[in-house]
């Protein structure tokens, strides 16, 4: 049900997802670039090259921020539409019921119950979708980091 609510955002998910992959670059090429500072401070290398590496782990960490904030506000604008959505069938479909329905039962309940699960989901959202994106991202640069080394 998500991925049809969702149908019309894919778009900006799939870019929220690539700028969380390039703003998550750090944590796999850090500790690569630190160990050829260490392998090029002890074998006496060239002190360009060794400034070369340090602006590049520089250049490396200012992307994070804007790249956080671009993620951001891709993912939030696509969860709050996709919650919109949702709020919007429920409502439609709450006007079909019967009054005999709502005769039975608290209106006020059904309302509440149904605020609260689409927070739930929305919470489920928030969560779930960037550290599956941050372990699946984790998983491949493992994986391709031990292919490298071999």
Known sequence: MLWRLG?????????AALA?????????????LVAQIVDLVVSHGSLAQLWLYCGLGVALLAQNYPLNMLFVRLFSRGTRDISFTLRTLLAERMQELSILYYTRSSAALIQNKLVRDIESVEGFIYSVLPLGLSSLLTLIGAVVATWISE
């Open 7 to 15: 149908r019309g955002h894919r778009s900006r998910f799939l870019l």
């Open 20 to 32: 969380f992959t390039v703003k998550s670059s750090p944590v796999w090429l850090m500790p690569v």
